[in-house]
């Protein structure tokens, strides 16, 4: 049972994600924002952070760049959530220190894989 940040401003995809991962017993919180998400990541240790990359206040790129930045944060998983299938904005995601990328819309199949293996390295 790993400790999982869901962070998106769409309240349908945060549902259908905690609907997802709580099938797999995992312990979730959500935050609607990068700095939200930010602020809940000093606060209490998670294993996972799934994010949205295109959000109001604070992107995904940018609360990734954040939290890399923090020494205490760095070892956490991250994994971003993009509609966006460009191969420079995959890339992007990458180099801001994300560990992989979960497309919208969510397959059920390819985002339960993509967490088990993200949770085991």
Do not use: W, Y
């Not at 945060?14 to 809940?40: E, P, Y």
């Not at 959530?81 to 220190?97: C, R």
């Amino acid at each position: 049972m790993a400790r999982i940040l869901i962070v998106d401003d769409d309240p349908m995809i945060v549902d259908l994600v905690r609907d997802l991962l709580a099938m797999q017993n995992h312990f979730l919180d959500t935050a609607n924002d990068g700095a939200q998400a930010v602020a809940k990541l000093s606060q209490a240790p998670f294993d996972l952070l799934i994010i949205d990359r295109n959000m109001p206040i604070m992107n995904g790129i940018q609360a990734i760049a954040a939290v890399r930045s923090n020494p205490q944060l760095r070892a956490l998983k991250i994994l971003m959530f993009t509609a966006v299938n460009d191969p420079s904005k995959l890339a992007e995601a990458a180099q801001v220190g994300a560990d992989g990328c979960l497309n919208k819309p969510i397959q059920l199949a390819e985002f339960s894989a993509t967490i088990r293996k993200v949770l085991e390295k």
